[in-house]
């Protein structure tokens, strides 16, 4: 069906975090959402929402950039067009926009949400539907205080909320980061999953070292312990040891990931929405890793309910080896959606109305919006 897009608003939406969140490149006290509202044709109303860690720290978009690139050159490009679908919009925005893959996710977003509205759809079924309504989430936790983090896995574990979990490291020396994950490990036992992200903070010479002790550790899965663009040293390493590559940063969209697979890696991809530039760009990333037998794992830019949501519609529709580390909105002390998502065993459960089916409380977007 397709869809008139009238008019295109932007706002910077910034929320507390519930405790510090150390990761190797920066602390987050605050997550800023990058929101969008997509007024279409016949009253429909489609939601997006854009996200990144640590303003210019993690990726070249900052939000404030998303927002001017989505008001100053995207909502003039889209505004008044009509799209048969999310392939028709890509095409368009790719035509004119370079990179900028934040600012179309949350655009892509907000077109899926209007679509799966008109159409009486969950987003899932635009995008090939849904294999399962619940999906495994870990949690993180990088308070960057080993005992703080043994007792918030503690407290989860018993809470029966996660059993698995996701260690920042790198930011500190290395016998200091090894130390940390291992008291960790040791702390919440055998059956619980235990994996790292380094954020790219290690040489090839310090992964092999860090690795080593990982892996000896029992430690799960390593991710992106060096540069994203040492794809030869990732590759090296994935050959190398038995514990396995995440490779986040490294894999942004399709070419990355093809790229990757045919330089010989082996491991898995984090897919993420914001990367590939929305939902349906971050399933062909999906599709060239089944291709090249690399496993998957559904990843976060901390995104909240609504870009949480808009990921998971994705990832339902994908057989996630890795499982998901959908939590961003348990990390936000606000949010502002109508109903949070349901957190529990472990898992997050699909919402299940036509669209994204989220509610946008709209006092609480005012209340949070930049002024
Ligand atoms: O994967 C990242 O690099 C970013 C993010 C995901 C979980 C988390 O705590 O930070
Ligand atoms: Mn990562």
Known sequence: MSITIESLACWLVDIPTIRPHKLSM??????????????????????????????????????????????????????????????????????????????????????????????????????GGALTTRLPVLWTLASGDTQKDIEEGQRLLAEGRHDTFKLKIGARGLDVDIRHALAIKAALGDEVSIRVDVNQAWDLTTAIKGMTQLQDGGIDLVEQPIPLWDRQGLIALSQRFAVPILADEAVSTSHDGYALASGGFTGAYALKIAKAGGPVQALKLAQVAQAAGVALYGGTMLEGTLGSVASLHAWSTVRMQWGTEMFGPLLLKDDIVVRPLDFSHGQVTLPQGPGLGVDIDEEKLRYYARK
């Open 26 to 127: 920066a602390t987050m006290g605050c997550q800023t959402l990058t929101i969008v509202r997509m007024q279409c044709a016949n009253g429909i109303t489609g939601w997006g929402e854009a996200t990144t860690i640590g303003g210019l720290s993690y990726g070249a978009e900052s939000p404030e950039a998303i927002k001017s690139a989505i008001e100053t050159y995207l909502a003039p490009l889209l505004c008044g067009q009509t799209f048969s679908g999310p392939a028709a919009l890509a095409d368009k925005m790719n035509a004119h926009v370079k990179g900028n893959t934040f600012a179309k996710s949350a655009l892509e977003t907000a077109f899926l949400d209007a679509q799966g509205k008109a159409l009486g759809l969950p987003v899932s079924s635009l995008l």
